[in-house]
């Protein structure tokens, strides 16, 4: 007897129905971390060049403190710890079903988020005058670089987080579903996470 | 969406700590100390710091285990990653 062509259709990839148990967590929650594996990778590949390059070339770079300023972004990366605080707070007033709490927490992150930008571009601009520019050579190359993207995810967050809290002030989110601020917040909370890292390889080391 | 069955973490106890972590950073940073005890010790906080950010903030405590797997996948890549080009120049 002749076996039957296999079903080119549609449902051809649609594994058996006993095996589909899914995740346990919402689409967009998984498909942030998905997307959070990938920047721990982009990251990851970012912290991996600057260490063989450091460790290479010790010369090239300066005892901590001496051309970065370690005390203004001690005070930037306070401003980001602080920043996850009042998203997580803003996560869990929506969670209580505290609209205004949702609203205010989000503000809160929104500027302190923005001031660590402001404090970012002023320090670049103070390091740009006393010479310390991304031609300057490995050091000031891989500096840039590295707090460059990490400052541009940081604008991106800060982007989403105005959509999400003009979400809110519309009264999209309610305790029975507020995944844009848990989403949002997971990013926001991976950039600080980063921030920990780099300012501990790229200031203190 | 699936819904927290945890009562809130003390969210201000873990920032108060945060910034207390930032503190010693810093005040380890600048001790005369052997410059490899200086890096081990960075390193130390900054990832007690980080796990304490994706456990409590991110809530990867309170997420089924599939996610936490999800999360953790890409670390010890990361590991391989860092320890194979640090190596590098010495082989």
């Known amino acids: 007897m002749a076996h039957a062509a296999p079903m080119l259709d549609d449902d051809m990839m649609v594994p058996p129905r006993g095996y589909q148990e899914g995740s346990g967590v919402y689409n967009e929650k998984l498909g942030m971390w998905v997307f959070l594996g990938s920047e721990i990778m982009f990251f990851t590949a970012l912290i991996g060049s600057y260490i063989i ?15 970065l300023n370690v005390p203004l972004t001690a005070i930037n990366t306070f401003l980001l710890i602080c920043s996850s605080v009042t998203m997580v707070k803003a996560f869990a007033a929506i969670q209580d079903g505290y609209l205004a709490g949702l609203q205010r927490w989000l503000i809160a992150t929104v500027l302190i988020g923005a001031g660590f930008v402001g404090v970012q571009v002023f320090e670049y601009m103070h390091l740009m005058d006393k010479g310390f520019v991304p031609s300057e050579g490995l050091y000031g190359s891989t500096f840039y670089t590295m707090t460059g993207f990490h400052g541009f995810h940081v604008t991106v967050g800060v982007i989403c987080l105005m959509f999400v809290t003009w979400r809110a002030y519309r009264g999209k989110y309610t305790a029975a579903d507020h995944r844009g601020v848990e989403v949002v917040g997971l990013y926001w909370h991976f950039v600080d996470l980063v921030w920990i890292i780099l300012f501990t390889i790229v200031y203190l080391i | 969406m699936e819904k927290a069955k945890h009562a809130h973490p003390n969210y201000i106890g873990i920032f108060i700590f945060l910034g207390v972590l930032t503190a010693v950073e810093l005040g380890v940073a600048f001790l005369p100390w052997p410059k490899m005890v200086l890096i081990l010790l960075l390193i130390f906080l900054a990832v007690w710091k980080a796990v304490l950010v994706a456990l409590y903030y991110m809530h990867l405590r309170y997420e089924p285990t599939r996610l936490r797997l999800l999360a953790i996948a890409p670390l010890p890549l990361a590991v391989i990653l860092v320890v194979a080009v640090t190596r590098e120049f010495r082989w």
């Not at chain 1, 390059?53 to 051309?67: D, I, M, N, Q, S």
Request: charged share 20%; glycine share 6%; net charge positive.
């Open chain 1, 53 to 67: 390059l450091r460790v290479a070339h010790p010369t090239a770079w300066k005892p901590p403190g001496e051309v």
